[in-house]
């Protein structure tokens, strides 16, 4: 589809962060201490202290939002924000996804820290951000790094819906772009947790740009034999299910997802018709082949592990 929608030129010049003579195949041999930050930075202590201390001021339970039941704060930890009752699968921040993901004290983030910009003079903008990076613990919408899953490395990109409804402005759109860029470098394959409601207004049309740019990295990781695994979360909106999140090599789904382009309620208003039963959602589009597989958060590591020790195997 890429091709039909970019010329060879044109993609490359869309690909705006790389000169023609800094591309994949560059013959620089790359230092990950390069690309990398120094330490384990999701399991330090300062994040876990912040998490426990939010715990700590939730009460001992809770109810779930889908089927109403009251149950223990502690037990949903447990079953990374799963309900134990319907297993409906509540949100859950990119750190905490991480952290349920790899294995312990692999992660390392991605040196990738885009400086703030306001193209649009938007008011209050860059304080709304600078609160939003004290509050989460993230610099942008988009957590990167290089981690192991069951001892098999890759790049993973994890979106947080905490910051700012994981909506994609220029970091998250560089951020996402110098994840395929550092997978194709270290050739590793690309886990990317989608969770967006789509393109960022706050930054008009730049942040549409990105949906270009990300697509055209994907597409070259795809041309150069990277593998790249989408991992669809609710919901995976807008921009972002038009760009990246839609030309993964294989797509998964978490159960019940919302996963499309504009909401439901505007397309029935435009379309004037009654949209089916569950449309849009993880199983409709599972059952549609849109989706290759619905795998629950707690298995989703199990699974990924799987996927990437068959592809250790195939590009050795
Ligand atoms: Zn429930």
């Known amino acids: 589809m890429l091709k039909n929608l970019f010329g060879k030129h044109k993609k490359d010049a869309l690909y705006f962060n790389m000169t023609k003579d800094e591309t994949y ?89 885009i400086p703030f910009v306001n193209p649009l003079d938007y008011p209050d903008y860059e304080d709304k951000i600078t609160k939003l990076k004290n509050k989460t613990n993230l610099d942008e919408g988009v957590l990167s790094g290089i981690g192991e899953i069951e001892g098999r490395k890759a790049v993973i990109a994890v979106m947080g819906s905490e910051f700012l409804m994981g909506s994609m402005g220029i970091a998250v759109g560089e951020k996402i772009t110098n994840a395929f860029e550092m997978a ?58 038009a760009s990246f999140a839609t030309l993964g090599d294989i797509t998964l789904a978490e159960p019940g997802a919302l996963i499309g382009f504009a909401g439901p309620r505007v397309i029935e208003q435009t379309i004037g018709q009654k949209l089916p039963e569950g449309f849009q959602r993880a199983e409709y589009l599972e059952t549609h082949g849109y989706v290759d597989r619905i795998v629950s958060r707690n298995d989703m590591r199990t699974v990924l592990g799987q996927i990437l020790r068959l592809h250790d195997k195939r590009r050795k």
């Open 25 to 113: 195949e560059a013959d620089v041999e790359m230092n990950p201490d390069d690309v990398l930050e120094k330490e384990d930075s999701i399991d330090k202590s300062a994040t876990k202290k912040k998490e426990d201390k939010t715990d700590s001021e939730t009460p001992e339970m809770m109810t779930c939002s889908k089927c109403n039941k009251e149950v223990s704060v502690s037990d949903m930890k447990k079953n990374l924000y799963v309900c134990p009752e319907c297993g409906y699968h509540h949100p859950i921040s990119a750190q905490r996804r991480i952290r349920g993901l790899v294995d312990q004290g692999t992660f390392r983030k991605l040196k990738c820290n």
């Open 184 to 241: 194709d470098r270290f050739k590793l394959p690309l886990i990317i947790f989608t969770a967006s409601g789509g393109a960022r207004m706050q930054e008009g049309i730049l942040s549409l740009m990105q949906m270009a740019k990300t697509s055209a990295a994907a597409e070259r990781f795809n041309e150069h034999g990277g593998l790249y695994i989408a991992c669809l979360t609710n919901p995976t909106t807008g921009g972002v299910s």
